[in-house]
């Protein structure tokens, strides 16, 4: 508070709110925030210090009220250095947008567009065709569609064509996303009967066909990816279960959870199916993310047959799950990428982060370790390690990709400890999120780019 000394008559020691309001500080209060929110704060601040019984002139009551707006007014999503070392961190915003993404957003929200409206014709047009002839182009598909998230599109996928109906699904299947939302969860919500078929480590051919029945609406293979069972395992091919469905007059659906457009083993990465290649063995719709691999804006795409999709488009669902023009610029922004493979690696953020070597990371640590140092002062111990990094979002789990962090310990007991440190750290004007293993908070460093930005914001970093 910007008072001065304690005052036996609080109130004659304190202005009224309109003086404040009136004065010269008061005025740019109101110019930066508006009356309503200025003459609250006026209020909060005097109110407090009647209570305190201290006194304070019009331009400290204002300073005091400015404060309280500037905290309150400051957007409470915030940009952060992601030192996790998890790429697509769920928590933390998963694919960091490509700048042709972020600018292509930002141009269709601030103004009309043809978001549905045919230019040619005059008349209403199909917010997806913004997007669905580049998805059918990368996948080949028929046709496709686009839904705020790869749940929803699943959800809409099973309600279209298994409402009141089965549908037989592998128990090795059956998985758990992020927030405890689960693939039986989501079928019972969509109007349709999980069966379950097989075992959790081994499901075979006869397993479906036994399950099939006048009762079955479709059949249905949920890609497991964001866990992996190993060992004495069987799972049915994309192929037969293909064959299978349409022996029996059923459409057959995969569920690819992450999804991504090209194969990563190009790039050195594990590779990771693609809509192509489930397409191309006989699947008629297939479901994945936009925000995860893809390194998209947050959406579930839809991509299979012309007639099924025609289907999709017509469940009154679509329309309380569709995007809005912003997430559509910004996905056709991303989706233009991919159409120039020889350059995705570098325009696409999560790609780029993904197959960055390790050497890189760690000359990145060696230079960065001073200015660190120097920041934590003389209670903690800064060294540069090895440590591995992991793609995140439920994709590619058991796969780790060999980074270099800035492993930070403190000295001696009582030196200062790594949670409070990593409290500090949070509390910068761009928060830095690490992590705490083995009793040393590490910073990996694979997701940072801007070092330079990274060590102004340590300027005058402290732990007091």
């Not at 508070?1 to 008061?26: C, F, I, K, Q, Y």
């Not at 972020?102 to 567009?113: E, L, N, P, V």
């Not at 693939?183 to 109007?191: D, L, N, Q, S």
């Not at 279960?241 to 594990?270: I, K, M, N, T, W």
């Amino acid at each position: 508070m910007a008072t001065t000394a304690a005052s036996t008559d609080s109130r004659a020691a304190l202005p009224s709110v309109d003086r404040v309001l009136r004065s010269e500080a008061g005025a740019k209060l109101v110019a930066a925030h508006g009356r309503a929110l200025a003459l609250d704060a006026v209020r909060e601040v005097l109110a407090e210090l009647r209570t305190e019984r201290a006194a304070a002139s019009e331009a400290g009551v204002a300073a005091d009220a400015a404060a309280r707006l500037a905290e309150l007014t400051a957007p409470s999503q915030k940009p952060v250095f992601n030192l996790t070392g998890v790429v697509l961190h769920t928590n933390l915003g998963r694919a960091p947008m490509p700048p042709e993404a972020a600018a292509a957003a930002a141009a269709a929200m601030q103004s009309a567009t043809n978001l549905e409206f045919d230019l040619d014709s005059g008349k209403r047009g199909d917010r997806d065709a913004h997007v669905e002839s580049w998805i059918c182009r990368l996948t080949g598909a028929e046709a496709a569609t686009v839904v705020n998230n790869n749940a929803a599109a699943v959800l809409l996928v099973l309600n279209t064509f298994a409402l009141r109906k089965e549908v037989p699904v592998s128990r090795g299947e059956l998985i758990e996303i992020g927030g405890a939302f689960r693939m039986p969860e989501i079928m019972a919500r969509a109007g349709c009967r999980l069966v379950e078929v097989g075992t959790t480590n081994r499901t075979h051919l006869k397993d479906y066909a036994g399950a099939i029945s006048k009762k079955t609406g479709m059949l249905m293979k949920v890609h497991p990816s964001n866990y992996a069972i190993a060992g004495f395992t069987k799972t049915v091919g994309d192929a037969e279960l293909a064959r299978l469905a349409h022996e029996h007059g059923l459409p057959y659906a995969v569920d690819l959870g992450s999804g991504q457009l090209v194969d990563l083993a190009q790039y050195g990465l594990p590779h990771e199916p693609t809509p192509a290649e489930a397409i191309a063995a006989g699947a008629d719709l297939v479901t994945f993310s936009g925000d995860k691999l893809l390194g998209g804006p947050q959406c579930g795409i839809v991509v299979g047959k012309a007639a099924l999709m025609a289907k999709l488009d017509r469940n009154p669902l679509k329309r309380a799950l569709r995007l809005d023009k912003g997430r559509l610029a910004a996905l056709e922004a991303v989706l233009k990428l991919y159409a120039d493979p020889e350059r995705l690696a570098e325009r696409l953020p999560t790609l780029r982060l993904l197959i960055r070597e390790q050497g890189e990371i760690r000359a990145a640590a060696e230079r960065l370790r001073p200015a660190m140092t120097h920041a934590v002062g003389a209670g903690f111990a800064v060294t540069v390690a090895e440590c591995a990094s992991q793609i995140g979002s439920g994709s590619l789990p058991v796969d780790r990709l060999a980074s270099a962090c800035l492993a930070i310990r403190a000295k001696a007991k009582g030196g200062g400890s790594v949670e409070r440190l990593a409290a500090a750290l949070r509390a910068l004007p761009k928060p830095v999120v690490g992590r705490i293993e083995d009793g040393a908070l590490k910073l990996d460093l694979r997701c940072l780019e801007d070092e330079a930005g990274f060590r102004a914001n340590l300027d005058g970093f402290s732990l007091s």
